[in-house]
C-alpha cells in the first residue's frame, strides 16, 4: 500500500504503526479464535450432555412403559381373581344359606321327636304304673283292660300324623313338587 503523497519518510512513520495496528488485528484475531474455540468446547459439551440426558430419558421411558405392561397385566390378573373370588363368596354365601336351612330343620325335628318321645314315654310310664298297680292290687281283669286299651296301629297313625305335620311345615312346597315329577294321569 502506498501513500499519497509518496515520501519515503512518511512511508517509515507509518509503517511502524502499521505493524503496531496488524499486530493488534492479529490478537484480536487471536482472541476471537480463542473465544470461538472456547464456546465451541462449550456447545459440544452441552450437545453431549443433552443427548446424555436425552438418552437417560429415553431409557427411563422405556422401563416406564415396560412397568405399566407389567402393572396392566397384574392389574388384569387381579381383576380376574377378585371376580373369581366374588363368585366364590356368593357360593359359600349361598351354601350358609342352605346350612342355615338345614339347621333350621334339624332344630325342627330334634324338637318335634323330643316332644313325641316325651309323650310317648309319659304314656309308657302311666300304664306301666298302672299295670303295677293292678297287679299289686291282683286285679287281673284290670291289667287285662289297661294292656286292650293300648291300640298300636291308633298309636302308629298318631306318629304318622306328627310326622306329616312336621314335614309339611317344614317343606311346605313337597306335595306340588312331588306331584309336578308324575304325569297328571297318575
Known amino acids: 500500500m502506498r501513500p499519497f503523497y509518496n515520501t519515503r519518510l512518511r512511508q517509515v512513520q507509518i ?10 488485528r492479529i490478537s484480536i484475531i487471536e482472541r476471537q479464535r480463542k473465544t470461538l474455540g472456547i464456546y465451541s468446547i462449550i456447545t459440544t459439551v452441552l450437545i453431549l450432555l443433552v443427548i446424555a440426558f436425552a438418552t437417560v430419558i429415553f431409557r427411563q421411558l422405556k422401563r416406564m412403559q415396560r412397568a405399566e405392561a407389567t402393572i396392566s397385566a397384574i392389574n388384569e390378573t387381579l381383576q380376574a381373581n377378585n371376580e373369581h373370588l366374588s363368585l366364590l363368596n356368593q357360593q ?41 298297680k293292678s297287679l299289686a292290687n291282683k286285679q287281673y281283669n284290670s291289667a287285662q283292660r289297661i294292656i286292650d286299651a293300648i291300640n298300636i296301629k291308633t298309636e302308629r297313625n298318631e306318629l304318622f300324623k306328627g310326622f306329616d305335620t312336621v314335614f309339611i311345615k317344614l317343606f311346605p312346597n313337597f306335595v306340588e313338587a312331588f306331584n309336578f315329577l308324575l304325569r297328571p294321569e297318575d
Not at 15 to 24: K, Y
Not at 94 to 104: I, R
Open 15 to 24: 509503517s511502524s504503526i502499521f505493524s503496531v495496528i496488524e499486530g493488534q
Open 92 to 132: 359359600l354365601n349361598e351354601a350358609n344359606h342352605k346350612l342355615n336351612e338345614v339347621n333350621v330343620i334339624k332344630d325342627e325335628y330334634i324338637g318335634y321327636y323330643f316332644n313325641v318321645n316325651s309323650e310317648y314315654i309319659d304314656k309308657i310310664e302311666r300304664v306301666k304304673l298302672a299295670l303295677e
